[in-house]
Each structure stands twice: as structure tokens, then as C-alpha cells.
């Protein structure tokens, strides 16, 4: 028997458990289950050649099929706010926005704290587009 072949598929086992531990990616978690098939026919004898191809089939196979389910079933934390919606739209600014200072602009009949991406200062009643969302702030440009 291949001695050295169960301890290597016990080391692609842990090692691509502890990489799956710190990336959270759902990749190599399916090279330790390619790893752990192929480490059982380490263990039955099986040749050393069979045991790498069982090893690629098996984990690929498992990384395009499973993977994609799994990963959209795990998709559950995502929130859909719609404040994305805002991105591009106009705003008008109800509170100066100072250079690296937050301001308030008002968009779609609701205040947001903003700052600004350029560097000027932008004043009450200027007209601004909405850049981006950071948290609770829209990131705003004035509009020339």
C-alpha cells in the first residue's frame, strides 16, 4: 500500500478546509471533498495515478454543479433597499456641503446626508447628481 498517499490526501483534506475556512468562497471546499474520496481509495489500495484522476473529476464536478446552487442558496443576507435607484438622479442641497464636511440634499421628498466628490463647496439650493451610496450618505456632485 501507498503509505505516503493517505498522509498527501490527508493534507489536500485539511489544507483546503482551512483555505474554505478563511475565504468563505464555497472553491475549495470541494477540493477536501475530492480529497477525502480520494484519500478512501488511498486507504483500499487503490493506484496512486487512479486515485489523482478520481481527486480532479471529483472536485471539479463538485466546484461547477454544486457550487453555483449552494452559492445561491447561501444568498440570503442581501437586502434589497432600492436605494440604488437614486445613482444618477438630481438632488438639490438643503445644507451647505462643506470640501471633506457632510451636508443634507433632499431627493425624491427625502433628506440624506451627503459629501461631496469634487472639491469646491456646494451650497443650498445648488443642484448636485447623485454619484454613489456610502452607508447612510449619498455621494454627490454639483451639477455645472
Request: contains cysteine.
Amino acid at each position: 500500500m501507498e503509505d505516503y498517499m493517505i498522509i498527501i490526501w490527508f493534507a489536500v483534506i485539511i489544507l483546503a478546509a482551512l483555505i474554505e475556512i478563511n475565504t468563505m468562497d464555497l472553491t475549495s471546499i470541494w477540493f477536501s471533498a475530492g480529497g477525502l474520496i480520494a484519500f478512501i481509495l488511498a486507504l483500499v489500495g487503490f493506484h496512486p495515478i487512479g486515485q489523482i484522476i478520481v481527486f480532479i473529476v471529483v472536485s471539479l464536478l463538485l466546484l461547477i454543479s454544486i457550487r453555483p446552487v449552494v452559492k445561491n442558496y447561501l444568498k440570503t443576507n442581501i437586502i434589497s433597499t432600492n436605494t440604488d435607484r437614486l445613482v444618477g438622479k438630481v438632488a438639490i442641497c438643503t445644507k451647505d456641503i462643506n470640501v471633506g464636511e457632510r451636508g443634507e440634499v433632499k431627493i425624491d421628498g427625502k433628506y440624506w446626508l451627503a459629501i461631496s466628490s469634487c472639491e469646491e463647496d456646494i451650497y443650498v439650493n445648488d443642484k448636485v447628481e447623485v454619484l454613489a451610496i456610502e452607508g447612510v450618505k449619498l455621494i454627490v456632485d454639483i451639477i455645472s
